[in-house]
């Protein structure tokens, strides 16, 4: 491996362990002193994420995600254009259809993406929607609509940032890159464009998850990695009460 990624690949694992580490010790001051005691049950079932586990779940994300949006888009945009073709739809209208279609679609299939995510079973770990309050106990949370919706525009709102970002920074070295191989001919032309975005999706996702989603806390809740081995009462938890003025 050349010294360049081996200095890149310690500076990433570096930061992802200084922020979760930061991310402990802010929501568990005593942590330190606890460590000391026989861990509780809900520590012995939490799993640290890694960027193994970030990478396993963008994984199971992406692929079903991205093939299930390229068929409904390839099949409506083929429904588009026979309604134009039968003069049931306008020209200006099929256009402006054929602009938003990829956007609202990948935002539909992304909300089921995230929620089957949110429920999914690894090999060896799952995810877990955990109570925030002490006192709705350990035991894992529905995977509602409300709760599905603040995990997926958490996702949604930082990879479209981060896209962005990444591609205005990195432009002229992903041109040049590209342009020099894609201009080898060829299969390269298609190739060379399909497996940088799917690199630069690949990186964006993975970050996004790792630091933005896992072990984070939305509203009553936060996704938590506990052992896929460890059996979880199959009582539902105790959901929060709502906040009362008397």
């Known amino acids: 491996?050349?010294?360049?990624?081996?200095?890149?690949?310690?500076?990433?694992?570096?930061?992802?362990?200084?922020?979760h580490a930061r991310k402990a010790m802010l929501s568990n001051p005593g942590s330190f002193d606890a460590s000391l005691e026989r861990p509780s049950p809900s520590q012995e079932n939490y799993v640290q994420p890694t960027v193994g586990h970030g990478l396993r779940i963008w994984?199971?994300?992406?692929?079903?995600?991205?093939?299930?949006?390229?068929?409904?888009?390839?099949?409506?945009?083929?429904?588009?254009?026979?309604?134009?073709?039968?003069?049931?739809?306008?020209?200006?209208?099929?256009?402006w259809a054929n602009r938003i279609l990829p956007y609202v679609v990948i935002s539909a299939v992304s909300?089921?993406?995230?929620?089957?995510?949110?429920?999914?079973?690894?090999?060896?770990f799952s995810i877990a929607l955990l109570p925030r309050a002490?006192?709705?106990?350990?035991?894992?949370?529905?995977?509602?609509?409300?709760?599905?919706?603040?995990?997926?525009?958490?996702?949604?709102?930082?990879?479209?940032?981060?896209?962005?970002?990444?591609?205005?920074?990195?432009?002229?070295?992903?041109?040049?890159?590209?342009?020099i191989l894609a201009a080898l001919g060829g299969?390269?032309?298609?190739?060379?464009?399909?497996?940088?975005?799917?690199?630069?999706?690949?990186?964006?996702?993975?970050?996004v998850i790792y630091s933005g989603i896992l072990d984070e806390e939305f509203g009553d809740f936060r996704v938590t990695l506990v052992p896929r081995a460890v059996v979880l009462s199959a009582a539902p938890a105790v959901e929060p009460a709502p906040n009362s003025l008397t």
């Open 1 to 19: 491996m050349r010294p360049g990624l081996v200095f890149l690949q310690k500076a990433a694992t570096l930061y992802f362990a200084t922020h």
């Open 59 to 95: 994984w199971a994300y992406y692929w079903p995600t991205s093939l299930i949006s390229f068929f409904i888009i390839v099949v409506l945009t083929v429904l588009l254009r026979k309604g134009w073709e039968n003069d049931v739809l306008s020209t200006q209208v099929v256009l």
């Open 111 to 124: 909300m089921v993406g995230i929620r089957r995510i949110l429920g999914k079973k690894f090999r060896s």
């Open 134 to 179: 002490p006192a709705s106990g350990g035991e894992p949370l529905s995977r509602s609509f409300q709760r599905t919706l603040r995990v997926w525009w958490e996702f949604i709102w930082r990879n479209v940032v981060y896209s962005v970002i990444l591609r205005i920074a990195g432009s002229i070295a992903l041109s040049v890159t590209i342009g």
């Open 187 to 207: 299969p390269m032309r298609t190739i060379v464009p399909f497996v940088s975005q799917v690199l630069i999706d690949g990186a964006v996702g993975l970050f």
